[in-house]
């Protein structure tokens, strides 16, 4: 299925999910989804026989000030050999998705990664702490506006 | 020696207490084995085969730090990392010594400047004895490193130390 005719079922199953269809982009096409309906889209993505995109290859987040943070989601279909590109833009001042680790597993490192890079707060994710960053940090790294810290603890971060 | 001289059986010898210590100590860095990203490859490099850490007495990684005499910090330290690679080295017993591998443990290497997360310096949480410079280091020069500090450890002072210190740990 391409992403059009892909777009139109979901269109229809679950009206209003699919917000737009971007093709214009350099890379691959992407579809934006409304974070509401977010699981149960994907949800049937992975089990509808005709799609079964059972792999979430990459979930990663774009800052994009000063009013969007987005959340991309590149899904693959081993039975089909075929992929798809979602993306949800949230609100940068509060940025909240429902959490897909129920769909794929392999969401919940992801989505703890991008929790603490971009400070996404995932609901629904059953142990949404920071990943790489010692639990105390300040703030979320990969936001344009990050203002690297003197010290952390008393040492130094100063070469 | 004039006091202890003709004293002993032919084949006998006679030495201070220090130099067999250190002796000892020198002949059996034990390092632990512990790597934090690419300087760890060639920390490995240099036990295996062709460069053969076992010639020094060093190859006998341990998978303790209660065993290890040793610390190689190979590799980049996070803040993350720090606080392990400090409890790490405060569990080591006396004497102990620490050799800094490779650019990032030294100084932050790349990330020196912008990587906000990288402790700039493995000297700023545990004393060290030897930097090696490189990103990484070949063998040869972690080699050089430890022949370097045996050359240290065989000159420090154990028994007669005094309040002098010896090489390593408290200095």
């Not at chain 2, 512990?34 to 240099?46: H, K, N, P, Q, V």
Request: hydrophobic content about 40%; charged content about 25%; proline content about 6%.
């Amino acid at each position: 299925m391409d992403i059009d005719s892909i777009a139109d079922r979901l269109s229809s199953l679950f009206p209003g999910s699919v917000r737009g269809i971007e093709k214009e982009h350099a890379g691959d096409p992407f579809l934006v989804m409304d974070p509401a309906r977010l699981v149960e889209v994907c949800m049937h993505l992975r089990d509808d026989q005709e799609m079964r995109f059972e792999w979430l290859m990459c979930l990663s987040g774009v800052d994009y000030p000063p009013e969007t943070i987005a959340v991309v989601y590149h899904i693959h279909s081993q039975t089909h050999g075929q992929k798809l590109v979602l993306k949800v833009l949230l609100a940068r001042s509060e940025p909240r998705v429902p959490s897909v680790e129920s769909v794929w597993k392999m969401a919940n490192f992801h989505e703890r990664e991008c929790y603490d890079m971009f400070g996404v707060d995932f609901e629904g994710h059953p142990d949404l702490r920071r990943i790489l960053l010692p639990e105390d940090w300040e703030g979320h790294p990969l936001r344009k506006d990050y203002v690297y810290p003197e010290s952390y603890r008393g040492v130094t971060n100063k070469a | 020696m004039s006091v202890i001289e003709n004293r002993f059986e032919p084949g006998v010898l006679v030495t201070s207490l220090d130099t067999v210590i250190n002796w000892a100590r020198r002949s059996s860095l034990w390092p632990m084995t512990f790597g934090l990203a690419c300087c760890a490859i060639e920390m490995m490099c240099t036990g295996f085969a062709r460069y053969d850490l076992d010639r020094f007495g060093s190859g006998a990684f341990r998978a303790t730090p209660r065993q290890s005499d040793l610390m190689v910090v190979a590799g980049t330290v996070t803040h993350l990392m720090a606080s392990r690679v400090k409890l790490l080295y405060e569990q080591m017993a006396e004497p102990k010594y620490v050799i800094s591998m490779g650019s990032c443990a030294n100084a932050g290497g790349p990330y020196w400047e912008h990587g906000y997360s990288v402790l700039k310096g493995v000297d700023k949480i545990i004393p060290v004895d030897v930097y090696v410079t490189g990103c990484p280091p070949r063998p040869e020069a972690l080699l050089d490193a430890l022949l370097y500090l045996q050359n240290r450890v065989i000159k420090g002072r154990t028994i007669a130390r005094g309040k002098a210190p010896i090489f390593g740990g408290g200095v």
